[in-house]
């Protein structure tokens, strides 16, 4: 634990107050870097606020998906097993080099996307992933395609709501949308939070396929420049390592700010069974 976890960071926490380099001298700087940070670097906040995007859209609608294919999948169809490991396969590659690699090819220019969309008779397509508007959204779409861990999470925690819940409701005459929103969201609300925060965590974190698909530069016009991708420049290509391990205790913090507030209001919308 030492020395492969708590080691590693109290030397970048360290090296986080420092002017380092792999080569030269390490010199003592204090906050410099911070300050840095958000005075003196619009890439930085160029970088939050397109991983403030990403984590903003894609984790929403990639638990919404995953819930509705769970429910679908609750309803008692033949073949569950099959349909639930077809559907969990893109959660396992999906931050793969190698799906990030045929992403990138099926949103370019001459992608399937664009074959697809020219045959029903669409014009004048664009370069999804070479074009600022675009580009963040093809990763959204593939955070989003990556819904199956949540869903298989969903699916366990819809199996726990007893039947007779909704056997109760159908007999006061509860439609579907009144028996979602009144029995199945506050049952498997434990399950909603919890996936909320991995989910949440897992997208603040994301590199691979902002690195595979812009080549590694964020492009275009930083358009897809996610906060980890920008720590990773300054560390590896601009040598600035006390920089970039500064960048990297502040990720902690804003993870560790968003976990506590999902926590701390937790208790407004999360039922127990006790409850």
Known sequence: MFAITLGPMVASLLLSFTDYSFIGSTDWIGVENYERMFTADARFLSSLGVTFTYVFISVPLQLAIALLIAMVLNQGLRGLAFYRSVYYLPSLIGSSVAVAILWRQ?????????????????????????????????????????????????????????????????????????????????????????????????????????????????????STLFYTLYLYQKAFRDFDMGYASAMAWVLLLIIGLFTWLAFATSNRWVRYGEE
């Not at 509860?174 to 399950?191: D, E």
């Open 106 to 222: 099926i949103f370019g220019a001459e992608g399937l996307v664009n074959q697809v969309l020219g045959m029903l008779g669409a014009e004048n397509l664009p370069n999804w992933i070479g074009t600022p508007d675009f580009a963040l959204g093809t990763l959204v779409t593939l955070n989003v395609w990556t819904f199956g861990s949540p869903m298989v999470i969903f699916l366990a925690g819809l199996r726990q709501v007893p039947p007779e819940l909704y056997e109760a409701a159908a007999v006061d005459g509860a439609g579907p949308w009144i028996k979602f929103w009144r029995i199945t969201v506050p049952m498997i609300s434990p399950v909603i939070f919890f996936n909320l925060v991995l989910q949440m965590i897992h997208a603040f974190q994301t590199f691979t396929q902002a690195y595979i698909v812009s080549g590694g530069s964020g492009g275009p016009v930083d």
